[in-house]
């Protein structure tokens, strides 16, 4: 995806990932990651906070689904996506922004928890894997 910024996020999940199928029949996880900044403080020779970003992702298919079978609130998690920005006028006709995370990968940080791995099967059948939205094969 040329011009898009993909980034990494680390964070926390701040609620349970809700699972839903698009207009298509597609799933999609949707859930929100705070990302905490940090800095460290020559001063005092402390690590500070420099406050809370609350990010919007989705992820699809597949991946939807083991993302919320498998993740609760409070799960710190590494987030790889492209970074989207949607705008749209309010009611009272001021332009607003809102930014998201179109999720491409989604894994547990194992900082401070152990996993154990279990393998989902993929029913090819029904494509939902293999196969975005639009139902053009992913890139």
Avoid at 51 to 72: K, Y
Avoid at 120 to 139: E, I, Y
Wanted: proline letters at 5%; one cysteine or more; a negative charge.
């Amino acid at each position: 995806m040329v011009g898009l910024p993909e980034i990494t996020l680390v964070g926390v999940l701040v609620a349970d990932p809700e699972l839903g199928i698009s207009l298509t029949g597609a799933a999609v996880a949707t859930f929100t990651v705070a990302v905490n900044g940090r800095c460290y403080d020559p001063d005092t020779g402390q690590w500070i906070d420099n406050g809370t970003t609350f990010l919007p992702c989705s992820i699809w298919h597949h991946a939807a689904d083991n993302v919320a079978e498998s993740l609760t609130t409070g799960t710190r998690v590494l987030v790889t996506g492209v970074l989207r920005q949607r705008e749209w006028e309010a009611t009272d006709g001021d332009t607003r922004n809102a930014y998201q995370v179109d999720a491409t990968e989604v894994g547990v940080s194992l900082k401070q928890v152990t996993v154990k791995i279990a393998k989902t099967t993929n029913d090819a059948s029904s494509g939902s894997a293999d196969r975005w939205d639009d139902g053009k094969p992913p890139p």
